[in-house]
């Protein structure tokens, strides 16, 4: 089945503990990309890949990293994470961006930083 | 950003009416892609309309774009309990696929 994985679904940590959310794909996407949820402010983009080692800054990357070392995974990286970074993630993905191709999302990773 | 705005915040209609969401956005674009994202899920593709295209339709969906106003509505006929959630628009201009904060539509049975 063609989808989008993230792990974990659910998180609870603390100031400063490093973490990392997993984003796989199936599909052969070329590109990814790192979305956070908040309540009135949408989603808002963090990071995002249109292929292997190319990766570029989203509207709001300050806090994260990310990584694109092989087609299928773009784990997002909290050095440092801190109460702010309390959100709701979605990873995506899509074929290409050229031509319009759909984006296909995980089913999300909520995080709570204490 | 190409983020789109959509309008009303919310909506909350009788199943069986129609229910129109509508969206602005700032710059040229390629494409406008409409999403829908049922509560704390990922969220969903519904339609895609592209820039030489004025109306399209899939199902109990139409959409249709005006480029000169920078605006775009999506219409859900005959609306069903069902069709409950938020709706998003997404602009889609070069690299950057972005998002407003959506319109959230409830269908009261």
């Known amino acids: 089945e063609a989808q989008v994985t993230q792990n974990p679904r659910y998180l609870i940590t603390v100031t400063g503990k490093k973490l990392t959310v997993t984003c796989s794909q199936n599909?052969?996407?070329?590109?990814m990309s790192w979305y956070r949820q908040d309540p009135g402010l949408g989603l808002r983009q963090i990071y995002y890949?249109?292929?292997?080692?190319?990766?570029d800054k989203g509207d709001v990357p300050e806090g994260y990293k990310v990584s694109r070392k092989e087609k299928r995974n773009f784990p997002l990286i909290l050095e440092s994470p801190s109460p702010n970074q309390t959100s709701l993630y979605f990873c995506?993905?899509?074929?290409?961006?050229?031509?319009?191709?759909?984006?296909?999302f995980g089913e999300g990773s909520r995080l709570t930083v204490l | 950003s190409q983020q789109g705005e959509e309008d009303p915040q919310a909506l909350s209609i009788q199943e069986g009416e129609n229910a129109t969401m509508n969206c602005s956005y700032k710059?040229?674009?390629?494409?406008l892609q409409w999403y829908r994202q049922n509560s704390g899920r990922g969220l969903v593709h519904l339609i895609l309309?592209?820039?030489?295209?004025r109306e399209k339709h899939s199902g109990r969906l139409r959409v249709t774009l005006d480029t000169s106003k920078k605006s775009s509505s999506l219409l859900i006929t005959a609306s069903r309990a069902a069709d409950t959630a938020s709706y998003f628009c997404?602009?889609?201009?070069?690299?950057?696929?972005?998002f407003g904060t959506g319109t959230k539509l409830q269908v009261i049975p």
């Open positions: 995506a993905s899509s074929l290409s961006l050229q031509g319009g191709r759909e984006l296909f």
């Open positions: 710059t040229s674009i390629n494409n």
């Open positions: 997404a602009p889609d201009a070069y690299q950057k696929v972005t």
């Open positions: 309309i592209r820039s030489n295209e």
């Open positions: 890949s249109m292929n292997v080692e190319v990766t």
């Open positions: 599909m052969n996407h070329e590109y």
